[in-house]
């Protein structure tokens, strides 16, 4: 538990195969359903600080009790923090998201103070900002801020609930 951002909530992980993650995590870890997005549909994104082109994601939710794991597969070359992963240490544990309603700025304000850089960010349409953090003295220790709004908190309420006593069946629920 951290003292300033409340619980870590999400694990996200890149990946090269999100279709293959996905069925290793439900058959051999017993985690889902997976919440599948084939085009997450970025609206706004920023790299380092400079509007960029959004990268073309595809991104599955899970729960595993309160923890949410995230796979992300990037399917263009766009800069981003995923491809850095990608590129640096290959596929990985790549954040921890902590997760907020009405601090984002507040949240985003201490990173920075603290001497983190925000390497992306950027929105999904309404349902609230994103930005991954990550500091020169702890490299491999990415922090993903994520607003709850739009739709977003809820979305995560269902894909915990899904969770809860699932029995194996419909192990990827596409979504549109």
Excluded at 42 to 69: C, H, M, V
Excluded at 76 to 101: N, R
């Amino acid at each position: 538990m951290s003292i300033f951002f409340k619980g870590a909530r999400q694990v996200g992980y890149v990946v090269r195969d999100i279709e293959k993650a996905m069925k290793h995590w439900s058959d051999v870890l017993g985690v889902g359903p997976w919440f599948y997005k084939e085009e997450v549909g970025t609206t706004e994104f920023r790299y380092y600080g400079k509007t960029s082109q959004p990268p073309r994601l595809s991104i599955a939710l899970a729960n595993s009790g309160d923890l949410q794991i995230e796979l992300i597969q990037q399917r263009d070359d766009a800069p981003s923090l995923y491809m850095d992963s990608l590129k640096q240490a290959g596929e990985c544990a790549q954040h921890i998201a902590y997760w907020t309603l009405n601090e984002f700025d507040a949240f985003t304000a201490r990173l920075l103070q603290h001497g983190y850089v925000e390497g992306h960010g950027g929105q999904m349409g309404t349902r609230g900002r994103f930005a991954y953090f990550v500091h020169p003295d702890l490299p491999s220790g990415m922090i993903e801020i994520s607003e709850m709004k739009g739709g977003k908190g809820e979305y995560f309420d269902e894909i915990r609930k899904a969770s809860e006593g699932w029995d194996g069946s419909a192990p990827i629920r596409r979504r549109s």
